[in-house]
């Protein structure tokens, strides 16, 4: 499903360049879970972004369900995000003046469904996640771990085949964050692929497969004082 070659991203500001990653070369399957580990400032968030096409890399390849995607624009990226990956992150990112109900429904919006498919795929979507009772809530009314489940949700609604996490119990007491990782393998369960960012020794035992990372580069094992960074 993910495979990359040689990947790069540098970002030039007026003072430095950086070089976030240094040639990344990784293959994801459909249906695994995989944690992306490593100490901050590593890298991770910057791969979860070229990994959702929701950036360019600076060179290198990146192969999407074997889609070559080098040189596609924002619109041929969005094109293939659409329906084909979620997204989840540590701040949940859910919009204010929306309720439950219109915030999980967004990603529909732009899909060309009638009221009553998208209804029922919300409606679908807020029940594996057990928020019915909370649909007409604003996000500020709900717990952190009930706004991740509505960011789940959300990620969800449009049958994602690829969920890509970042930190998501990075703003959770463990119990909500348990709660977290327990829908996101319960997904997995059902089929869907996980790629999720944590720097949670504790989390990342809910995956698969662990690909850490250290100062933009793939490494095969941490050194120890790295590993809980
Ligand atoms: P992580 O998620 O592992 O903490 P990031 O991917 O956010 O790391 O960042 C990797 C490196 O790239 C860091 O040195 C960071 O400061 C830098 N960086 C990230 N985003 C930008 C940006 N938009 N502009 C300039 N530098 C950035
Ligand atoms: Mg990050």
Redesign the pocket.
């Known amino acids: 499903m993910i495979r990359t070659q040689n990947l790069k991203k540098l970002?030039q500001?007026k003072e430095i360049e950086?070089t976030?990653l240094n040639g990344i070369n990784i293959n994801i399957k459909k249906g695994e879970f995989v944690a992306v580990m490593?100490p901050?400032?590593?890298?991770?968030?910057?791969?979860l972004n070229l990994l959702g096409l929701l950036d360019e890399p600076s060179s290198g390849d990146y192969f999407f369900n074997d889609i070559d995607t080098s040189g596609f624009n924002e619109r041929k990226r969005a094109a293939l995000r659409k329906g084909n990956i979620g997204f989840v992150f540590q701040n949940f990112n859910l919009i204010d003046e929306l309720t439950v109900f219109e915030n999980i429904e967004l990603p529909l919006m732009y899909m060309g469904l009638s009221n009553d498919v998208r209804k029922k795929k919300v409606e679908d979507s807020l029940q594996r996640m057990s928020m019915m009772p909370r649909r007409n809530h604003f996000p500020q009314q709900l717990s952190g771990g009930q706004q991740q489940r509505v960011a789940i949700a959300r990620a969800v609604v449009a049958d994602a085949d690829l969920i890509l996490a970042d930190e998501p119990t990075g703003n959770l007491d463990s119990d909500h964050g348990d709660e977290v990782m327990n829908l996101l393998t319960e997904l997995n369960q059902q089929g869907t692929t996980i790629v999720m960012?944590t720097h949670s020794p504790h989390d990342a035992g809910f995956s698969n497969r662990r690909i850490h990372?250290f100062d933009g580069a793939v490494i095969e094992k941490p050194a120890e004082k790295d590993f809980y960074v």
């Open positions: 970002y500001t950086t976030a490593g901050s400032g590593c890298g991770k968030s910057t791969l960012v990372l």
